[in-house]
């Protein structure tokens, strides 16, 4: 009896750690985002002469619509989500493509093709910078669309194709065996068997491909001039500048920028959850 006793002040003490932690977590991660909010409510003036941590005092509201109008955020978003949208279904249907070839195809050529893909993990933005933009300016893709969407898809693929590869040859190999024996082709089991048990693994690269294309600035600067080709933090980063920056409404650009990301975690919060909890379980 004393020994039940015992585990159960042990576990009550275990999930009040637990809870308090995960409290703490929620504080520093909600704490920000409603940090900022308050703020895009404020003058440059209200925000640079009273504290931080004030409440705005009077509430201005003109920030947004200002934000909007300047930051030209119609024609920002749109083009944001063409890029990400577009990105994101390319690098799960071609990673995985490829991802099936390598672990479940055998052909001499796999190392060979394996390796070059994985080696573009080791790449940065930085280093292929200035050849990325001969390479799309000698193509005469530079200011377009498809100009912006090949690099953003060819610089995320190594990442798709490593997980999905990784993920993909953990399947039983009697599953794809079983198929082809029933006269399978490698399309028909690569759609009715490999894409939905790795259904896990797909919503991983999504989450990373969507974070980092929607917030990428750099590349999206060197490939396009136009405002009709450019993407949200490009009008974000109008706000700011070497001598001056109005708070208020780059405050209010931030919070337009993140309330798309909010909406997509908000929308597929379960299929997050889930998929990131079967990755794990089957990693």
Do not use: C
């Amino acid at each position: 009896m004393a020994d039940v006793r015992k585990l159960t002040k042990g576990s009550l003490f275990s999930t009040v750690i637990i809870y308090l932690v995960m409290a703490a977590f929620t504080v520093l991660a909600v704490y920000p985002i409603v940090w900022l909010v308050i703020q895009s409510f404020k003058t440059t003036q209200d925000y640079m002469l009273h504290s931080k941590l004030a409440l705005p005092d009077p509430v201005f509201l003109k920030n947004y619509p200002q934000s909007w109008v300047r930051g030209n955020f119609g024609q920002l978003i749109v083009n944001s989500v063409i890029y990400t949208s577009v990105t994101v279904v390319a690098i799960i249907v071609f990673g995985f493509m490829a991802g099936f070839a390598f672990s479940k195809i055998p052909s001499k050529a796999t190392p060979f093709l394996h390796g070059s893909f994985i080696i573009g993990i080791l790449l940065t933005l930085q280093s292929i910078m200035v050849p990325l933009f001969l390479m799309v300016n000698a193509a005469h893709l530079y200011n377009t669309r498809i100009g912006v969407l090949i690099p953003y898809i060819g610089i995320g693929l190594p990442m798709g194709v490593y997980l999905s590869t990784e993920y993909i040859r953990s399947i039983p190999d009697a599953l794809i065996e079983s198929a082809r024996i029933d006269g399978a082709k490698y399309l028909r089991i690569f759609s009715a068997i490999i894409i939905p048990m790795a259904a896990p693994v797909a919503v991983t690269v999504a989450i990373m491909t969507v974070t980092g294309t929607w917030n990428e600035f750099m590349l999206i600067n060197i490939l396009a001039s136009s405002d009709k080709i450019k993407s949200v933090p490009v009008g974000i980063a109008r706000f700011s500048g070497a001598l001056a920056s109005d708070y208020g409404k780059q405050f209010a650009a931030l919070v337009i920028g993140l309330i798309p990301m909010v909406l997509f975690y908000a929308i597929f919060r379960k299929q997050i959850t889930k998929g990131v909890a079967g990755g794990a379980v089957k990693g």
